[in-house]
C-alpha cells in the first residue's frame, strides 16, 4: 500500500499551498485533484484568439517587491514569485449604483483614494482617515495573531491593539456609522462588499476593513498569463520538492481510525488505498462529512449544518473584436449596482430574475496585450445568494444562461454608455452548475460558507484550534478560517499546511 | 494611534462584545441540526446530466445510411444533454489497443435525456474501420462527456446559421435541425450539404422531412448533374443565390472544403465572429519512419511503450493500451493536458495550449509528434468500472 505522511485532497488555491508547506516541512505529500487540471477556480481557458481568466479580477495583498504585501512575502517563503511575471492593475474601482446616481472611480493608494474620496464628498475626510488608521492597526493585530497562532495574550490585544478590539465585533455599517461617515462616503466605500458576499449590516467590519485596506495601501495584482501561471507555478514546486500529483484523480474516502476516530488512509475513486494520518482538504466540509466520511462525530454534524452557504457563482466571459477605447469601455474593474443599500441589494440577489449585479472586468485596461490587437477580453461575475439555480431543469439550462448572459450585456451598456453588441466573437458562461461541476462544491457556492456576523473572520480565527476535532483532518481553501478569495485561500493553506507539519512532528 | 475607536458610551462595553464572539459562534454552531448531511445538492445533480462524464453505453442499433457511412445508436448508463453541435467520444479496447474517437451527435439533445444518443460514422479509418466491421448490437461501448462549441449561440450569433457541411460533416447539423423541429431551438437554419454523389448524402429521407419555414436544405453534388440538386461545390454563387441578409457560418467538413468555403466567403466580407469552423481530427503526418521511446507516468505506474515519429503521442500511449484521456483529438479542448518532462516534440498546426503551458511544459499528445524520445505525466482518464 502506499504511505504518505500527508495527504492533500484538491489542488485548489488552499491545497497548492498547503502540499507546498508540508514539503517544505519534510514531510511526504500526495496531492489529488478530480480534474485534469490544477488551481480550482484558478485557472483559464481558451476560445479562439482568447485566452480567458476564470476567475480572478485581481489578487490583493501581493503588492511590488518595495511594498509587498502578505501574499507577496507568503510566495517568497513558498519559492514561487519569481516563476510568475507579475503586473499591477492601474486604478481600484469604478462603482456605479443606480438607486444613488451614484458614478465614482477611485485610485489605489491611501491617500490618493483619501483625496478622491473628499472631491467626491466634501468632509469625507476625517472618517476616511480615521477608517484607514483603524484598518491598519487591523491589520497589525491580525499579524501578530497569525505569529502566535492564534493563541493571542489578551493584555496584549487590549494594550497595542484597543482599537481593533473594540471595533471587532460590529459589522462594517455599525463601524463606520460610529466614525460618523458621510453616507456617499460610506456608499463608495462599501462597493467591495460583493468581493465577500455579505451585506454589510452582517458582514464583520474587521474582514471588509483589512480586505479594503489591502488593496488600497498595496494595490491590486495580476499573473501575465492569467491564474493558472500560478498554480502551474505551484505544482511545479511541489514536484521540485518531490511531492507527489495526481489529476484525475478523485478522492472518495477518508478512512479513520476506529480507536480515535482520526485519520488513517484515504480512499480514491479506482479504489487505490493510501495509508496516511494526516490530510488537508481542500473542500467544503458539508462534502467530507456528508459522504467521504462513515463515522463523522454528531457535534461536527451539527456544526456543518449551522453554517450557511455563500453565493453561488456566475461568470460571463467575453471575447470581442474591437478593442477597449473603441467599444468605450473606460475601466479595468467595474461594479454595476441597483442600490448601495446593502441588505437590500443582497435580497435582490437571491433569484436569477431580480438579481442584476455585477462585477467586470476589461483585462486589457490593466495588461492591453492580453488579447491580439483590435480586440479586448471582459468578464462579468455575479453572485446568488439563494439556490434559484436548483430550480433550473437540464433541458432549460442553456436558455436560462442565455437570458443571464443577456441581462449582463444589457446592464453593462445601460450602466456605462460603452457598446459590446455587434462586436462580440467569443463567448462562454459559468453557472454555478459549472463551479458545481469543476469543483465539486455544493450548489455551485464559490465563496464558501458566508462571511455572517456570528461566523465571520474573527471568530473563525479565534476558534481555530477548538474548531480542529479530528486528529489528522485540517482544511484548506473558501470554507475554511480565512474565509474566501485567492488571497484567503492561499493563507489558509499556509496555515493548514504548517500546522499539519506541527502535527506530524508531535506524533514523531 | 491617532484616536481611540468606540462605538458604545463605554470602551470596555465594546470589548466585552469581543469576548461574547467565540462563545456565540460556539453556541451557533451547537444549535445545528443532527440531521445527516446530504450526500448530494440539487445543482451538482443538474450539472452530472449536463456533464456525465465518462460512461458506459450499450450499442442498440446500427444502421447504414449509405454504401460507407452507419449511424450507431447507443443506450447510455445515465440520462444526460446536451447542445445540438456537440461531440461526444466513442471507445473501446480493441485488442491491446485502447482507443476512443470524437463524432459530432447526429442525433436531438431530448433523446439524450431519454438514455439514448446517436452518432454517424463514415468508414475512413482504424476505429471507424473496426465500428463498421465489428460492432454489434450488444456491445459495450464507452462514451465521453458532450464537448465542443460548434453550436448556435443566441447572445452573439445571427438568428439564422448558413450550415456548410461536406459529406459526413452533416451530422452536427442533423442534429440542430431536429433541435429546431422539437422546440430546442429557435433560430434558421440553411443547409449546403455538399456530396459526391446523390448515392453519398446522408439523412437525405430525414432531412427533407424537417423542412420547414426555419430549416431549408440546398444539395449540391461535385461529382453528379442530377434534377433537384445543385452541381459544383458550394461557392459564393450557390450561397448568394439562396440566403439573403445577414447569417453566421458554420461549417463542418474536410479541410479542403474550409480552404474553398474561405476563399468563397471573402466575398461577404464577414468578420471571424460570423464564421465558426469545427475542428477536424490530427491524423498522421508524413515523416520517415522511425520509432522513439516514450516514458510514461500514468498515476503510480511508469509505462516505456513505442512511439512512431509519424503518429502522435497519444495514438503511441493508445496502441500500447494505456488509459490516456483525450476528447477533440484537435489540440484544442485540453482534455490531455500533460507534463512533458523531457524530449522533443512538433505541434499539427496552430498552438492552442494555454500561454503558462507552454512557459511550463505542458503539451497536448492528441496534437503532439514525437521528435525525440520523451518522458510524460498523464493524468489518468477516469474511466467507469471494468472499460
Known amino acids: 500500500m502506499k504511505k504518505y505522511d500527508a495527504v492533500v485532497i484538491g489542488a485548489g488555491n488552499g491545497g497548492l499551498v498547503a502540499a507546498v508547506r508540508l514539503l517544505q516541512g519534510g514531510a511526504k505529500t500526495l496531492l489529488v485533484e478530480k480534474h485534469n487540471l490544477p488551481g480550482g477556480f484558478a485557472t483559464s481557458f481558451r476560445r479562439g484568439r482568447f485566452e480567458f481568466e476564470a476567475s480572478l479580477h485581481e489578487l490583493n495583498d501581493f503588492g511590488t517587491a518595495d511594498n509587498a504585501g502578505d501574499v507577496r512575502d507568503l510566495f517568497d517563503a513558498l519559492g514561487v514569485t519569481d516563476k510568475i511575471e507579475w503586473m499591477q492593475i492601474p486604478e481600484a474601482y469604478r462603482v456605479i449604483s443606480r438607486a444613488e446616481k451614484l458614478d465614482a472611480t477611485m485610485p489605489f493608494g491611501v491617500k490618493e483614494f483619501i483625496d478622491k474620496m473628499e472631491s467626491y464628498v466634501p468632509g469625507s475626510r476625517p472618517s476616511m482617515t480615521k477608517f484607514f488608521d483603524l484598518a491598519e492597526e487591523i491589520r497589525l493585530a491580525q499579524a501578530y495573531s497569525s505569529s502566535v497562532n492564534g493563541k493571542t495574550d489578551s493584555k496584549i490585544m487590549v494594550g497595542q491593539y484597543g482599537n481593533f478590539v473594540r471595533s471587532g465585533s460590529y459589522s462594517v455599517n455599525e463601524v463606520l456609522d460610529a466614525l460618523k461617515m458621510p453616507k456617499k462616503a460610506k456608499d463608495i466605500l462599501n462597493a467591495y462588499w460583493c468581493y465577500l458576499g455579505a451585506h454589510c449590516d452582517d458582514l464583520s467590519f474587521v474582514h471588509y476593513a483589512s480586505m479594503v485596506n489591502r488593496y488600497i495601501r498595496r494595490g491590486a495584482s495580476m499573473p501575465k498569463m492569467r491564474s493558472h501561471e500560478i498554480s502551474l507555478a505551484l505544482v511545479e514546486r511541489i514536484r521540485e520538492l518531490g511531492g507527489d500529483v495526481l489529476f484525475n484523480t478523485e478522492a472518495v474516502k477518508i478512512l479513520t481510525d476506529e480507536k480515535d476516530g482520526g485519520v488513517n488512509g484515504v480512499v480514491l475513486a479506482d479504489g487505490t488505498q493510501i495509508q496516511t494520518r494526516h490530510v488537508v482538504a481542500n473542500c467544503a466540509p458539508h462534502v467530507v462529512f456528508g459522504r467521504m466520511m462513515d463515522k463523522v462525530p454528531q457535534a461536527e454534524v451539527k456544526a456543518t449544518n449551522a453554517r450557511k452557504f455563500a453565493g453561488r457563482g456566475m461568470t460571463m466571459f467575453l471575447g470581442l473584436d474591437a478593442d477597449a477605447d473603441e467599444l468605450g469601455i473606460e475601466n479595468h474593474n467595474y461594479f454595476l449596482y441597483d442600490t448601495m443599500d446593502t441588505v437590500a441589494q443582497y435580497n435582490n440577489m437571491k433569484t436569477i430574475k431580480d438579481n442584476e449585479v455585477q462585477a467586470t472586468v476589461c483585462l486589457n485596461r490593466a495588461y492591453p496585450e492580453c488579447s491580439p490587437k483590435g480586440t479586448c477580453m471582459m468578464y462579468f461575475t455575479t453572485l446568488y445568494m439563494s439556490d434559484d439555480w436548483a430550480n433550473v431543469k437540464a433541458e432549460d439550462y442553456y436558455k436560462t444562461k442565455d437570458y443571464v448572459a443577456n441581462k449582463m450585456i444589457d446592464r453593462f451598456e445601460q450602466d456605462t454608455g460603452a457598446k459590446l453588441r455587434g462586436h462580440i466573437e467569443e463567448i462562454s458562461v459559468a453557472t454555478p452548475m459549472t463551479y458545481a461541476r469543476y469543483c465539486g462544491h455544493p450548489q455551485g457556492v464559490i465563496y464558501g460558507y458566508e462571511s455572517q456576523y456570528w461566523d465571520g473572520l474573527m471568530p473563525r480565527l479565534l476558534m481555530m484550534g477548538e474548531d480542529h476535532t479530528i486528529r489528522g483532518l485540517r482544511f484548506a481553501g473558501g470554507y475554511a478560517m480565512r474565509l474566501s478569495g485567492y488571497s484567503s485561500a492561499y493563507f489558509s493553506g499556509d496555515i493548514s499546511g504548517r500546522q499539519t507539519v506541527g502535527d506530524i512532528r508531535k506524533e514523531g | ?387
Open chain 2, 1 to 387: 494611534m491617532a484616536f481611540v475607536f468606540k462605538k458604545q458610551i463605554f470602551g470596555f462595553m465594546d470589548l466585552l462584545r469581543f469576548k461574547k464572539l467565540v462563545p456565540k459562534r460556539r453556541e451557533k454552531l451547537a444549535e445545528g441540526s443532527d440531521a445527516p448531511l446530504p450526500k448530494t445538492y440539487a445543482v451538482n445533480e443538474t450539472a452530472k446530466i449536463l456533464h456525465p462524464g465518462y460512461q458506459s453505453a450499450k450499442l442498440v442499433s446500427v444502421e447504414q445510411n449509405t454504401a460507407d457511412t452507419k449511424t450507431y445508436t447507443f443506450e447510455t448508463e445515465k440520462p444526460f444533454y446536451f447542445r445540438a453541435g456537440q461531440y461526444i467520444t466513442v471507445g473501446c479496447k480493441i485488442g491491446e489497443s485502447e482507443v476512443a474517437r470524437p463524432y459530432a451527435v447526429s442525433s436531438a439533445p431530448k433523446a439524450a435525456l431519454e438514455k439514448k444518443v446517436a452518432v454517424t460514422v463514415k468508414k475512413c479509418g482504424y476505429f471507424s474501420g473496426y465500428l463498421f466491421d465489428e460492432a454489434k448490437v450488444g456491445d459495450m461501448f464507452v462514451l465521453g462527456d458532450p464537448s465542443g462549441e460548434f453550436c448556435y449561440e443566441p447572445v452573439k450569433d445571427v438568428p439564422h446559421i448558413v450550415a456548410l457541411a461536406g459529406g459526413s460533416g452533416i451530422t452536427p447539423f442533423y442534429s440542430m435541425a431536429q433541435a429546431i423541429a422539437d422546440g430546442t431551438n429557435d433560430f434558421r437554419l440553411t443547409v449546403f450539404y455538399g456530396a459526391k454523389t446523390e448515392q453519398e448524402i446522408i439523412f437525405k429521407k430525414e432531412l427533407d422531412a424537417l423542412v420547414s419555414d426555419k430549416i431549408k436544405v440546398i444539395y449540391v453534388l461535385s461529382d453528379e448533374e442530377k434534377e433537384g440538386y445543385e452541381h459544383g461545390f458550394i461557392g459564393a454563387d450557390l450561397l448568394k443565390k439562396y440566403v439573403s441578409g445577414d447569417f453566421t457560418v458554420m461549417m463542418c467538413g474536410p479541410a479542403a472544403m474550409y480552404a474553398f468555403a474561405d476563399r468563397e466567403l471573402t466575398a461577404f466580407a464577414l468578420p471571424l465572429r460570423r464564421i465558426k469552423k469545427e475542428a477536424n481530427c490530427v491524423g498522421a503526418r508524413d515523416v520517415e519512419p522511425k520509432t522513439w521511446q516514450l516514458t510514461v507516468h500514468i498515476g503510480f505506474e511508469t509505462f516505456t511503450v513505442p512511439a512512431d515519429a509519424r503518429e502522435t503521442v497519444l495514438v503511441a500511449m493508445e496502441r500500447a493500451g494505456l488509459k490516456a484521456p483525450s476528447k477533440c483529438r484537435a489540440g484544442g479542448c485540453g482534455f490531455c493536458h500533460s507534463k512533458l518532462l523531457s524530449g522533443k516534440f512538433s505541434l499539427a498546426g496552430a498552438d492552442k495550449r494555454r500561454l503558462a503551458d507552454g512557459k511550463f511544459g505542458y503539451i497536448h499528445p492528441c496534437c503532439s509528434y514525437p521528435d525525440s524520445d520523451m518522458e510524460l505525466i498523464v493524468p489518468k482518464a477516469d474511466l467507469p468500472e471494468g472499460m
